[in-house]
């Protein structure tokens, strides 16, 4: 089974950067797609930025978009999540989430009940 852990949370002040990490183990195929969701208190969560290690799409949320950048290294089963010039409504949960794609996949799933596995989460509090 694929457990997922992330990290690269914290405390950062408006304006400045986090990278994210979703390591991913248990994986067996390399076809696969992880995405990045985030939630808010008193929000509902939202999906932010996904990525298919088949076609290498990605896919941003338009909040996101020109801010934040999502890569993956097969090698590692490591999903990142490059996050700058972050602003305080970016403060939230941070959660990373994995689905087996089949190989011949075009695109990238975008929606949350496509994802079969998830991580804990990682917070991140961005000050103004």
């Known amino acids: 089974e694929v457990q997922l852990v992330e990290s690269g949370g914290g405390l950062v002040q408006a304006g400045g950067s986090l990278r994210l990490s979703c390591a991913a183990s248990g994986v067996s195929f390399d076809e696969y797609a992880v995405g990045w969701f985030r939630q808010a208190p008193g929000k509902e969560r939202e999906g932010i930025s996904y990525?298919?290690?088949?076609?290498?799409?990605?896919y941003y949320r338009p909040s996101v978009k020109g801010r934040f950048i999502i890569s993956s290294d097969i090698t590692k089963n490591t999903v990142y999540l490059q996050m700058n010039s972050l602003k305080p409504e970016d403060t939230a949960t941070y959660y990373c989430?994995?689905?087996?794609?089949?190989?011949?996949?075009?695109?990238?799933?975008?929606?949350?009940?496509?994802?079969?596995?998830w991580g804990q989460g990682t917070q991140v509090t961005v000050s103004s």
């Open positions: 990525i298919s290690t088949v076609d290498d799409s990605t």
């Open positions: 989430a994995f689905a087996y794609l089949s190989v011949s996949r075009v695109g990238v799933p975008t929606r949350e009940q496509d994802y079969d596995y």
